[in-house]
């Protein structure tokens, strides 16, 4: 299962990408806005300067909701690095816009989905990622991870080239049921990334290994 991390923030890119297990970057509009990255050209400039630290797949969101605009974005978004991928919402033009982009040798990640019915359409189109936002799921009583439960044998069943990228993950243990039930990629925010490490069982065993070797020496 690859990992992601969900951040527009250089400073946990960097920190993540130490760990050495960083396959990807994903951002959007909000976390752009979060880091105070505003007007097309500062966003540009960021994705240049994302791909160069990650050196890996990195998600980068159209705001146009109408075919002509998310293909003309697209291709403005595509031309700045060979490693983004351009983020497309799940609407009816978007998936127009995944098929036609899927054409033109662009890479998607088709974004927003919450069903089944929605992924089919655009692994159809030729999406290369379909993130399921499972942790909104969670924000109203539904169990997420059972979507992509779902979408795992769906896609396995009909050999579906996209990769299912699990989103809006809140929690370790949402990680490890992503990879319970198949997900090919989960994208986190730094502090699940950081969460993953933590075990009391780990920091009292390491605790009492350092007391027993300052006791003997």
Known sequence: MKFFIDTANI??????ADFGIL?????????????????????????RKICELA?????????????????????????????IVVKIPMLPD?????????????????TLVFSAAQ??????????????????F????????????????IFDHYSFDSEILAASIRSPLHVVQCAEVGADVVTCPYAVFEAMFRHPLTDAGLEKFLRDYHTSH
């Open 11 to 16: 400073g946990q890119i960097e920190r993540a």
């Open 138 to 153: 969670d924000d109203i009583a539904e169990q997420g991870v059972e979507l992509i439960r779902r979408l795992t044998w």
């Open 119 to 136: 992924a089919l359409l655009a692994a159809k189109a030729g999406a290369d990622y379909i993130s399921p936002f499972i942790g909104r």
């Open 55 to 83: 050196d890996a797949d990195v998600s980068a969101e159209v705001i146009g909701t109408d075919f002509r605009d998310m293909m003309r974005e697209a291709e403005t978004l595509a031309a700045l690095d060979p490693r």
């Open 94 to 110: 978007g998936v127009r816009a995944l098929h036609a982009l899927r054409e033109k040798g662009i890479r998607t990640n088709c």
């Open 23 to 47: 396959d990807g970057v994903t951002t959007n509009p909000s976390l752009m806005a979060k880091e105070g990255i505003r007007g097309d050209d500062a966003v540009h400039a960021h994705y």
